[in-house]
């Protein structure tokens, strides 16, 4: 007796479910072999997206500047000074200056003209010229109303509100023969140099910590100060020594 096979195109495990049909152009498998792995399809028979590319996220944009600001050059975020753009606290640089004989009058006058040099565009460097430039008579209210008006320059740009150099110079010439003139004069322009980095860090600028070489420069004010009341008391001693 003859066995009947199964007819020719027919499936001995039962008919197929929609899908599970070979597809095209996927790898078939030999006969008595597991079927061969298939690249993964998206529903709909689509291939998968392509992964996203590197780049991240688009950035968000940067906040409005105050009208008037110009984006700072990138000398400046490359400044050597780790504390650059940080403010000086008031009481402390009236301290220092007293302590110091003046002395750290010339290490703020330099630090600070540093600072507003590369501020306007670093184009120049000639802070320690400047700051020599305050020994020499007449020169001196020269280097000192450059340092003012450049001040004022980038008050008037970050909108913290310019002042004037000349008035400000003039009241301190003028003052100065009563000894009102640097505790005033100074005390303003610094307070408008505080101002203006608050409005540059966007809110409130840290404070300057003391470096090392601002305390060199008080070492060694104080000991001149000592020297020269030592000196005023040997003259008094000898002046009453004389005397008897």
């Known amino acids: 007796m003859e066995s009947s096979g199964p007819p020719p195109g027919s499936n001995p495990s039962g008919p197929q479910s929609p899908g599970q049909g070979p597809q095209p152009g996927a790898p078939q498998s030999p006969q008595g072999f597991p079927p061969a792995p298939q690249s993964p399809q998206s529903p709909g028979g689509q291939p998968p997206a392509a992964p996203p590319q590197p780049g991240g996220p688009p950035q968000p944009a940067s906040p409005a500047q105050p009208a ?112 009102l003139g640097a505790p005033i004069f100074y005390t303003l322009v610094l307070s408008k140099l505080n101002d203006y980095w608050d409005r540059r860090a966007g809110g409130n600028a840290p404070v300057r910590p003391i470096a090392t070489a601002e305390k060199v420069v008080v070492g060694i004010g104080v000991a001149l100060l000592l020297l020269y009341l030592l000196f005023i008391v040997i003259i008094l001693i000898a002046a009453a020594a004389s005397s008897n």
């Open 68 to 179: 008037g600001w110009q984006q700072q050059p990138a000398a400046v975020q490359g400044t050597a000074d780790p504390h650059y753009g940080h403010k000086w606290p008031m009481g402390r640089a009236w301290g220092f200056f007293i302590l110091s004989f003046g002395l750290w009058g010339f290490y703020w006058f330099y630090t600070t003209r540093k600072e507003i040099d590369q501020e306007l565009g670093g184009y120049r460097d000639d802070a320690l010229l400047h700051t020599l430039g305050l020994l020499v008579p007449i020169l001196n209210f020269f280097v000192i109303y450059w340092l003012w008006r450049d001040i004022s320059l980038l008050c008037e740009r970050s909108g913290v509100g310019e002042f004037s150099p000349g008035g400000y110079l003039a009241g301190l010439i003028v003052l100065s023969f009563v000894g």
